[in-house]
């Protein structure tokens, strides 16, 4: 069997084995949560909460603000301590609510509504996906009902359940697929039905046979689902390489894949959706794996949302002091520079780097032109000749012939650049400037 | 909790690096290199020796002298001063007078690289500019070949060799022209294996054919060389040479074309110089189809039996106009509105 994929691309080391066979486990309650109000994509949402009010495990305590954006829910029965504001892996001050947990509060659900899933319209399965506060959980953190609606027009014909997980180190998408095969198949057939679709594919790169085999069998006798078995190669858990891999067609630029008729959707978004929409619950915890070799106890945990990063790192243990944090995998994640931050919606990972495996700081030299940036980049753009525009500060020239605005911040050119030159760092700043020009004008 | 911080690194991703950095692969450029100077000295002898070692000594002399003069870090140990020194000792005759050697590899590095930029920013290969330079200043000496495998060439140089600074190299005996020179004067053909296995008279390191394949296949392997380009300079030169003997049989034969002169080595290591080179797939091909074609013309037609250093020359002057005009199709840009 051939297996699918898309030209270009990296082979990074994938580091997966040290996490892959660890069954996921459940994390203690921390002693106290933040809870950001905008951990999602759109707008931050309305707290509905007072400080000082007792509050159960699973309780709304903010309301989604329009419809580009979700409530939030509680993590743990216990009082509000305040409403205001706390400090973001930035270190920026972001609005948040922080939740004081009883002692020997349970980690039983205790505010739920459940429904009756059978005769619920497609509308209504939507509502539900926006009302249990569901993001995007592969590191976007895109509300999932928006991507659910397509634009007026628009039909969806494919669902794609994007198990790839291509990033190094992580493996969080591998383990829900062997624990929670029920709730993903549940997922999509809700899924299925929401957005009146007429197949899903169940896409898994080959370092998972375990998972593509559990996931074939499931689907047996499911006669809209199959699963598509795609190379291992970075980055092909992206959208556009997903498309272009399974079905030959690429996603227009500056469009969304339902342009070609395609939602896709992260495996463990649907086994969440799957488990928590039939039970009327909120999303209040998730998967993450936790690597790296500054760490102790490495492994894939259930984590409440809004637990704090230090009361994480406590619990698996350091080597050390830790060189660097990163939220997501290596390739995309992002730097943390504030160790009290919470856990959102969004982070798939926790990576720590001990000292030998990061590339620290590298010598740069010039650009020699080796190509290896053009033959790598996933959306064939010129990576190389943007790096010399972005060095002369000619960003209206990166984005009007260069195609700028197509590049998605993979890493794979800064990855295999022989000259250590920056380059997803310069295009993003460049794409900075260029919209505050745009929106100056 | 505060001394979690101190050892803390912060930066943008990707966080990963792949772990190959410019020196490493002008350093394997370089290993790939010691075997022709290894064939080149035993053909040769002791003047090859010299010959390389005052080039390469020569540059990176250079380079340093032009970093401390420009108040820059030194680049030496970016090996890309050393490379330019052995591909010019490598392309000159063997008996070349070491001080015009010496002046041509002050030229390569000044004007074929530093007046540019340095690494990175020089249009043209500065091993070849230097080579022009010295055809262009001493076209005497340039073409004085000696002949190889002299029984005394480990224990005396040969007599141009160590000419005077300013003095005219004046040859005593009149030997070893050029399997080219000998096909476009006196139409004798030498032996392909001949100049396959680099039994014949020719510039210092463009002799042996094979070891310079097995050079250039190393580095291909590694990914440190664009295989396209040598292979598209050898299909070009075997089509178009192919074309003008099929026409003319008083035409050298296309394997012959192959084999002899400095094409082997301009084509696997002055070609594919990766500053000098389009970036994309399909500009390579159309870089190393434009070297062939010069190539073959300016060997079949014009006054210098050799043709590949000028043919490389304008090649990588075409070459920002190749790369412009063979950008890469970018992903999703065929249908659908353009919203940037």
Redesign the interface.
Known sequence: MSLKTFAHG?H??ENKEITALKPIRRFPFPPYFVLLLSQHAGKPAKPIVREGQEVCRGELIAVANGFVSVPIHSPATGVVKKVGTSLDFNGKMAPAIIIIPYPGSLQQVECWQSRDIDHMTPKEIIQGVQDMGMVGLGGAAFPTHVKLTPPKGKTIETLIINGCECE?YLTSDHRVMLEQSDDIMMGIRLLLKGVMAQRAVIAIEANKPDAIELMKKCSEGEKQISVAVFQTKYPQGAE?MLT?ALMKK??????LPA?IGCVISNVATVAEIGRLLPRGQGLIERVVTISGRGVQRPGNYFIPIGTPL?FILDQVG?EG??????F?G????????F?ETPITKGISGI?V?A?AE??????I???????EC??S??????P??LGLLARKDEFDQM??D?????CF?C?CC???C???I?L??YF?LAKEAVRKKRSAA | MTSRYLDMEISTSPHLGRGLSVPIIMRNVVYALLPIIGVAVYTFGLSVFFLVFTTLVTCLMAERFICLWTRKPSTIGDYSAAITGILLGLTLPPGFPLWMAALGSVIAMALGKALFGGLGFNPFNPALVGRAFLQAAFPTAITTWSDAFQADRFTTFINTTLTLPFMKAIPDTVSGATALAAMKFDHKLADTYDLFIGNISGSAGETCALVILLGGGYLALRKMLDWRIPVGIFLSVLLVSGLFWWMDPKNPPPLFMLFSGGLMLGAVFMATDMVTSPVTPVGAWIYSGLIGVLVVFIRLFGGLPEGVMYAILLGNAATPLINLMTQPKVYGSVKGGKKD
């Open positions: 990296i990074p080391r190094p556009k272009r690429d996603i227009p630029s500056g469009g342009d230090d350091l002091r830790a060189h660097q944090v990163i997501g290596p390739m995309m994640g992002k730097g943390v520079a160790l990576v780097m000292d990061h590339k620290s700081r590298q010598k030299y010039p650009c020699i032109k080796c190509a053009v033959n980049c996933p959306i064939h753009l010129n190389s000749t984005a009007e260069f195609h700028l605005f197509d911040e890493g800064s990855y295999v022989p000259s250590h920056p997803v760092q993003r």
